[in-house]
């Protein structure tokens, strides 16, 4: 059940106010209401600060318990349609202006405030005055809120189709050159190849259970530990790699198939057109933010360049990806060198 709820709260516009950012944004809204009313009513300043003060405490207690009572009704608003939802957000605020409206009546009658400024209104025309104006404000409020929440459901989905679009263009290419690396085995190392071959037949395997947007961090590097022991296989001794991962935590999340293209960049244009041996290293690191990886490998010497496309389709790929599921919270950054090149990936924690 509390999976459903929490499932079902994610797709209502009526934001949580139990939680303190929507508490201080009611209150501050409704402080700019009580100043925005003073100052259409009000003739001079002296009479504008006096009826400021009445008119602030009427309407931050309209305000008040408006939250608590959506606060508590949060677990039933998640369990109605979006019209049932908007109709009870409405109907909730009137209801605490109308019992408001009376506390202060009766504090009114005893001289202790008067309802909305100087000069006591009869109890009908207050109430009229007081529930007409939340039935605006509410209204305006609700409509921000739905035409807010339909649009940030419309970039989610937007954001979806690219991951999956971006995805569909890593595993064709994933697996083309997998089967280039066992192609090479074939003659040569038979019972070499049929291992890799149920390396790589695990390495799908667990990539077609990735059906989720994220994945842990942990499960990713293993795959890529996968994909560079059948590299190891086809370059041999020109393939060195040196992982230092004990800084980071395993439990992150993190898009799947992140580490794996940059990885891949880093043989096909690193690795593969020197005339010797290389080092990719795979290091991570603890920063203030989360986590930073860093990928770096040899470049070859100027004129023998890597395979076609360089090193930029993959990280673009990533890139987007990784803006698309944590903003501006995660980062790529590239360094290169003379003689080598370096991608950085960071991470929230």
């Known amino acids: 059940m509390v999976d459903s709820d929490n499932s079902a709260a994610l797709d209502i516009f009526v934001p949580d106010f139990c939680q303190p950012r929507a508490v201080a944004v009611m209150v501050i809204g409704a402080e700019l209401l009580a100043f925005t009313l003073v100052l259409a009513n009000a003739s001079s300043w002296a009479e504008g600060l006096d009826q400021l003060a009445s008119t602030s405490l009427y309407v931050q207690w309209a305000a008040l318990l ?17 019209r049932q939802a908007a109709a ?6 009137l209801l605490a202006n109308l019992l408001v409206t009376l506390a202060a009546d009766l504090l009114a009658r005893q001289g202790l405030m008067s309802i909305l400024g100087s000069g006591q209104p009869p109890l009908a025309a ?46 064709p290419h994933f697996l ?12 040569e190392q038979p019972d070499v190849a049929e291992e890799a071959l149920q390396d790589m037949a695990e390495l799908f395997r667990h ?11 942990g ?19 020109r393939l060195n790699i040196l992982w230092q991962l004990d800084d980071l935590d395993p439990t992150i999340n993190l898009p799947p198939l992140v580490l794996q293209p940059l990885l891949e960049n880093a043989v096909y244009h690193g690795i593969e057109p020197l ?25 070859p010497p100027a004129g023998r360049g890597g395979q076609s496309g360089g090193h ?20 790529l950054q590239i360094d290169v060198s003379t003689d080598q090149y370096c991608v950085t990936l960071t991470l929230p924690a």
């Open 176 to 187: 083309f050159n997998s089967l280039n690396t066992i192609i090479s085995l074939v003659r």
């Open 126 to 171: 207050a109430l009229l005055r007081n529930l007409l104006i939340t039935a605006m404000v509410g209204g305006v409020v609700l409509r921000y809120l739905y035409i807010r929440h339909e649009a940030e459901k419309s970039l989610a989905a937007q954001h979806q189709a690219n991951l999956g679009a971006l995805q569909a263009r890593i595993r």
């Open 66 to 82: 408006s939250g608590g009572l959506l606060c508590l009704s949060r677990r039933g608003l998640v369990r109605l349609t979006n």
């Open 219 to 237: 499960d990713d590097i293993s795959l890529c530990r996968q994909y560079l022991a059948l590299e190891k296989l086809r370059l041999g001794e």
């Open 275 to 299: 005339t010797g041996s290389g080092t990719i290293t795979i290091e991570g690191r603890s920063v203030e933010a989360g986590y930073q990886i860093l990928v770096s490998n040899p470049l």
């Open 88 to 93: 009870a957000a409405f109907a909730i605020p």
């Open 312 to 331: 930029r389709i993959a990280v673009d790929n990533v890139r987007q990806r990784l803006a698309a599921h944590f903003g501006d919270r995660a980062a």
């Open 207 to 217: 990539n077609l259970r990735q059906s989720e947007q994220l994945t842990r961090l």
